[in-house]
């Protein structure tokens, strides 16, 4: 990890993996200048994949102490930050404290806030091609392939109360590593819903194999592992079978997407609904974006960010 220099105009920080290859490099300043936000600018800080606590520890104390580092939006590290630098948050939102994470990172009269945002704007990427009732409807089920802060956060939406009966019949989580589970296992307990949840450790592809072939028609099948984006591969191989009209969601937006053309693949054959990441991603940087410059970004001016990113994806 490299710390960049004390900030001299408004910044917000991008906390991954590869930062330098994501849209948002080219995309905030569009997105800044549409939002009145004057001189503001974003830069990366890459930090390895579960990298010592001290690492996480030293980024947030840069952000808290220098004045013009405004705040951040934290990707693949959400867990692995917040267990290690949550003392050194003023404040934590209740679903950062439910779910053992942090996605945004912002200050507000003096204080340092870390927020769990992912369930939020996962939930409005879901609403964009889940239909309504599609559970009540189908009695499908959803397979959520990796344990981190995406799963809880997808996981706690479909659950919420006020969906009352449109839940999936079970909500199925995989991970290859037993720890994360475990504790994706507890952190869901807190959850009060009647939708029955199974934990199942998958350490090798050919093991979500077996999940996904014993799904229900009409179900909901999830990348949220990272493969494909920050590290190659899919959770799955190419021979497996994906449950007939289902929905099927890629997490990522950019990388390989090895598991998206899994699924394309067999797009026609199966009567698949294809999602990729780059709603979330949308959804995701303007939640954070508006949590950091104490604005609203919603009804017309979400519309029109959105417009702007997709003219920016269709020119690439």
């Not at 930050?81 to 003096?110: C, N, V, W």
């Not at 199925?172 to 199974?198: G, Q």
């Not at 999830?222 to 799955?236: E, F, H, V």
Request: aromatic share 8%; proline share 5%.
């Amino acid at each position: 990890m490299i710390l960049p220099a004390k900030a001299t105009q408004p910044t917000m920080y991008f906390i991954g993996v590869t930062t330098t290859q994501s849209s948002i490099m080219k995309l905030f300043p569009l997105w800044a200048r549409e939002l009145g936000l004057k001189d503001a600018v974003i830069k990366g800080i890459d930090i390895d994949i579960h990298a010592d606590p001290e690492q996480y520890r030293e980024c947030v104390r840069f952000i808290k102490e220098d004045p013009l580092s405004l705040g951040a939006l934290v990707t693949t590290h959400k867990i692995d930050l917040y267990h290690a630098a949550r003392d050194l948050f003023d404040y934590l939102d209740p679903y950062a404290t439910m779910f053992d994470e942090i996605s945004s990172i912002s200050k507000q009269d003096g204080r340092l806030e870390g927020y769990a945002k992912d369930p939020i704007s996962s939930g409005l990427s879901m609403e964009a091609f889940i239909p309504v009732n599609y559970w009540k409807r189908h009695g499908g089920e959803a397979l959520i392939m990796g344990a981190g802060g995406s799963a809880l956060a997808i996981s706690s939406y479909l659950t919420r109360a006020d969906h009352g009966d449109d839940v999936p019949s079970k909500i199925i989580i995989s991970n290859r590593s037993e720890a994360r589970l475990l504790s994706a296992e507890k952190l869901l307990s807190n959850i009060d819903t009647k939708v029955k949840f199974e934990y199942v450790l998958c350490p090798n592809p050919a093991d979500n194999d077996r999940l996904l072939k014993a799904l229900k028609p009409r179900s909901l099948v999830i990348n949220a592992t990272g493969l494909g984006k920050d590290r190659p591969g899919s959770p799955l191989t190419d021979p497996c079978e994906f449950p007939e009209h289902s929905l099927v969601w890629e997490l990522n937006y950019r990388g390989e997407l090895d598991f998206m053309h899994q699924a394309l693949k067999q797009k026609e054959q199966k009567q698949l609904h294809v999602e990729d990441g780059w709603i979330y991603f949308i959804h995701g940087w303007t939640q954070v974006i508006a949590e950091v410059f104490h604005i609203d970004i919603k009804g017309d001016t979400f519309d029109k960010l959105e417009s702007i990113a997709m003219d920016l994806r269709t020119v690439k």
